[in-house]
């Protein structure tokens, strides 16, 4: 084993709702970013992983012209996810943990802007029973939310005010799409979407990118200042029926929180993968993080939602806040499939 | 109160398919670059990226060279030949899946542009049979009138098309080039 492996460099693109640009063009500066900050060279990568999804670009392979960005000749070693960025990164680290390489690049890139989001993601679920009803990841979280509001585990003011906290603390913030100073009351006085679900409950329809380079401690030590150190990194799954578990909950954040040593010591910020607002909720509980932590400063998945990139863009979030903003402990989330069903928590820290 | 054995599967049932019928919808802004090129298409001209560092150049043009890990721009841009050789084919036996309008074998070609280079792939072939194709045969584009051009199947996911454009490839007459002349630029 390798050991603990560190950040050392990352970037992020801008959060557009339709991009102009192609997935590769605008990963191109993205990882060229990550891997200048990281101070390495592009040759010295030992490996790369990436995460992205043919069925929102539309495109069979696509993840191939991705690679585009990357340099890929003379030819490289490389593997990709069809996943949020955040498992490429898990892929990354169990990879250098051979201890042969020490380096390697995480990327995940997504354009939800073509394709008609309620019309892709029924595809996610069972294919017999849920697919033909056209569950969309609205609806199922609309069912959550209201499932949360039944068991009397959140308001609705709470929610809003998720968004409100989540909306304020995403200004200034160069790669957040939704930001705003909002009333709680305004927004409880706007019209349900799907009910319980006001708009702004919803996440942004996000097109984006971000890259993190990784290292073993050693090469760590040798090219970077402030290494962010990935302390515990875990992932678990939940059945893919939503109806056969306790959607007011979320046992496989709760298990990956423990195996990747969340309640190990006092977290200063966390930043989560909480897609709908009332989610975070149901994360924090999971995590055991209570009112001390500060989560989602850069306003989360509300503010930002590049799919495949957004969790991702946690760590790198989580790894600015401490190698730029002083933090020593951080919780970075991502999540996958519908209502919170897979869950992957990293703690990372400062030295 | 049901009885239970009703709901026990008989192995010896037929299997029963099911017909699920999707569609998924894109609509997918045309990046700058591919814009340009779309916008060339209509006037009848091919254009590229010529590398700064490499020198190759890319049709169309992507905005960047990915050997290099350079971007490129509209400086970098050449107009390019719409002569060249056939480098590579696939000769495609149609199966009748849903959308599949073909019902004889037909040819793609990869054609390897006349100097200043640059190369397009998966490109029709013209005026004969899908068995005469060869590596090494020299092509011309066949441009459709001008009036009857159109972009409507140029887009960023289809690097190479002149569809709407250019109808294919027609064989010029010309000696070929010596086939072997093009194995390192097989693709």
């Known amino acids: 084993m390798a050991g603990d492996i560190a950040i050392i460099g990352y970037a992020q693109s801008p959060s557009w709702r339709a991009a102009e640009l192609t997935e590769p063009q605008f990963l191109f500066p993205v990882i060229t970013e990550a891997i200048e900050r990281a101070g390495i060279g592009r040759r010295d990568l030992g490996f790369t992983c990436a995460g992205s999804c043919d069925y929102l670009s539309g495109q069979t392979f696509s993840f191939v012209m991705n690679l585009e960005a990357v340099g890929a000749w003379p030819p490289i070693s490389e593997s990709h996810v069809e996943m949020d960025g955040a498992w490429a990164l898990y892929e990354a680290w169990v990879r250098l943990q051979h201890g042969d390489i020490d380096t390697a690049l995480v990327f995940g890139s997504g354009k939800s802007s073509p394709g008609v989001p309620s019309e892709i993601f029924p595809l996610q679920m069972d294919p017999y029973t849920i697919t033909p009803l056209g569950a969309d990841p609205v609806s199922l979280a609309a069912l959550q939310a209201r499932a949360m509001l039944d068991a009397g585990k959140i308001t609705e003011r709470e929610m809003a005010e998720v968004v409100a906290r989540s909306r304020r603390s995403a200004i200034g913030n160069p790669h957040a799409q939704v930001t705003g100073d909002h009333d709680v009351d305004a927004l409880l006085g706007e019209p349900y979407l799907t009910a319980p679900l006001r708009r702004h409950d919803l996440p942004p329809i996000s097109d984006g990118a971000s890259a993190v380079v990784l290292a073993t401690a050693g090469k760590a030590k040798e090219v970077c200042e402030r290494p962010v150190w990935i302390r515990g990194i875990d992932h678990r799954i939940e059945v893919h029926q939503p109806g056969m578990r306790d959607l007011t909950t979320s046992a496989s954040t709760r298990m990956a929180g423990e195996k990747a040593g969340v309640g190990k010591a006092a977290v200063d910020v966390a930043e989560l993968s909480a897609t709908f607002s009332h989610q975070e909720r149901i994360l924090c509980e999971a995590l055991g993080l209570d009112d001390k932590v500060d989560v989602n400063p850069s306003g989360g998945a509300l503010a930002a939602n590049p799919v495949m990139a957004v969790g991702l863009s946690r760590v790198v979030e989580a790894s600015r806040q401490i190698a730029d903003h002083g933090k020593h402990r951080a919780v970075a989330h991502a999540t996958s499939g519908q209502c919170l069903q897979q869950n992957l928590v990293a703690v990372l820290e400062g030295d | ?187």
Request: aromatic share 8%.
């Open chain 2, 1 to 187: 109160m049901s009885d239970a054995s009703q709901d026990v599967v008989d192995p010896n049932a037929p299997v029963v398919g099911m017909d699920y019928f999707m569609s998924l919808h894109f609509n997918e802004i045309i990046c700058p670059v591919v814009r340009r090129y779309a916008d060339a298409l209509l006037e009848g001209k091919l254009i590229g990226h010529r590398c700064p560092k490499c020198g190759l150049v890319y049709a169309p043009p992507r905005g960047y060279c990915p050997i290099d890990v350079i971007e490129t721009t509209d400086a970098d841009e050449v107009q390019l030949a719409d002569r060249g050789v056939v480098t590579n084919y696939t000769v495609v036996t149609p199966v009748a899946y849903y959308g599949q309008e073909a019902t004889e074998p037909f040819a793609k070609v990869s054609v390897q542009l006349d100097e200043p280079g640059g190369a397009l792939s998966l490109q029709d072939v013209l005026e004969i049979g899908a068995d005469e194709v060869r590596v090494g045969m020299r092509v011309e584009a066949v441009w459709a009138p001008e009036a009857e051009r159109n972009i409507d199947e140029i887009g960023n996911r289809s690097w190479g098309s002149a569809e709407g454009c250019i109808r294919g490839w027609r064989p010029t007459g010309e000696p070929d080039v010596p086939a072997d002349q093009m194995s390192d630029k097989a693709f």
